[in-house]
């Protein structure tokens, strides 16, 4: 057996990323078409826990299959249907943000990923938070 030392920089491969589905053959992608991909809830006080509910359909040709929605941080939870999304057919995201341990402007965003020909899509919440500054007797 060899002591050859291992670099690990010569093991990286460029290998594409996984796709959520096999690109179809015929082309045809299904599209998601929010109302709107920013919602502001305004001035809330900390410690305030928030939800809003984006809405979207499916204007493309195919499918919607949405695999996973992730916020940037923990404080921002999005919930999305796991059932597939027929063309014509919308859905709902619901995004659920808790501003407990937070002060001032926030900007927090939910990446999708869905089998759109993009493979990635982004939503954003903000809202101004104002510290409690004492306690009601």
């Known amino acids: 057996m060899e002591n050859t030392p ?10 594409p990323m996984p796709q959520t589905a096999t690109p179809p053959a015929d082309g045809k992608y299904p599209v998601m078409e929010f109302e709107t991909k920013e919602h502001d ?3 809330i006080n900390a410690g305030s826990k928030v939800v809003y509910t984006f809405n979207f359909k499916n204007t493309g040709e195919a499918d ?3 695999s996973n929605a992730v916020g940037s941080c923990g404080c921002t ?3 999305y249907p796991k059932e597939a999304i027929k063309p014509g057919e919308s859905g709902k995201m619901k995004v659920s943000f808790n501003s407990a341990g937070k002060n001032g402007q926030q900007q ?4 999708i990923t869905a089998n759109t020909a993009a493979g990635k899509e982004m939503l954003t919440i903000k809202a101004s938070i104002t510290p409690v500054t004492g306690i009601a007797q």
């Open 108 to 111: 927090k965003t939910v990446t």
């Open 77 to 79: 939870v999005p919930e």
């Open 6 to 15: 291992i670099n690990p920089a010569a093991q990286i491969t460029e290998a």
């Open 41 to 43: 809830f305004g001035k």
């Open 64 to 66: 919607l299959i949405i």
